[in-house]
T-cell receptor
Framework: NAGVMQNPRHLVRRRGQEARLRCSPM?????VYWYRQLPEEGLKFMVY????????ESGMPKERFSAEFPKEGPSILRIQQVVRGDSAAYFC?????????????FGSGTQLSVL | GENVEQHPSTLSVQEGDSAVIKCTYS??????FPWYKQELGKGPQLIID?????GEKKDQRIAVTLNKTAKHFSLHITETQPEDSAVYFC??????????FGTGTRLTIIP
């Protein structure tokens, strides 16, 4: 049973370009969470999605950031017009049902570098 | 608000000694407290968790204790080994379907 798969592992973008980060949850998991980790810091919640629904996006910046989890295919975190401050590690996690107190399983992350 | 504080930020212990990392949380409604280990270049991996209806849980060399009255919980690693070197994160579920993480502890085991 494959774990949470994220790609790419490393992504380099120039300021103003778009970044698209992909996450395939564990088999049987229908709930996806995105977290951002700045160097030497903890993980900050960004968004929580179910298939075709955004459940909680309270941690998402109001502009330039969007996320989706379509009926078919991986979850996508999209960052438009990237700036240097977007450089960070972005982690995806999944859970089977999204119930409180349920274990989250993380992917290996995408390291975004903005030049 | 939802807040988890973690101490210390760095910790060095001699191989074979014990390591203790402590976290406090702000909301007494929290019921779930996992601990994650993150090795360099990898995602966080769940190593142990505890729910509010128990005070202590142990898994081989790793144990977690929870004091709900004081709103703090701790990770204990005994007989530390070099492979225990990593960054450890505590987290709490504030009942809103997402985890809030502490700022991490970089643990270094000195051979």
């Amino acid at each position: 049973n494959a774990g949470v798969m994220q790609n790419p592992r490393h992504l380099v973008r120039r300021r103003g370009q778009e970044a698209r980060l992909r996450c395939s949850p564990m088999k049987g998991h229908s709930h996806v969470y995105w977290y951002r980790q700045l160097p030497e810091e903890g993980l900050k919640f960004m968004v929580y999605l179910q298939k075709e629904n955004i459940i909680d996006e309270s941690g998402m910046p109001k502009e330039r950031f969007s996320a989706e989890f379509p009926k078919e295919g991986p979850s996508i975190l999209r960052i438009q017009q990237v700036v240097r401050g977007d450089s960070a590690a972005y982690f995806c996690a999944s859970s089977p049902t999204g119930q409180p107190n349920e274990k989250l399983f993380f992917g290996s992350g995408t390291q975004l570098s903005v030049l | 608000g939802e807040n988890v504080e973690q101490h210390p930020s760095t910790l060095s212990v001699q191989e074979g000694d014990s390591a203790v990392i402590k976290c406090t949380y702000s909301d007494s409604a929290s019921n779930y407290f996992p601990w994650y280990k993150q090795e360099l270049g990898k995602g966080p991996q769940l190593i142990i968790d505890i729910r509010s209806n128990v005070g202590e849980k142990k898994d081989q060399r790793i144990a977690v204790t929870l004091n709900k009255t004081a709103k703090h919980f701790s990770l204990h690693i005994t007989e530390t080994q070099p492979e225990d070197s990593a960054v450890y994160f505590c987290a709490a579920d504030f009942g809103n379907e997402k985890l809030t993480f502490g700022t991490g502890t970089r643990l270094t085991i000195i051979p």
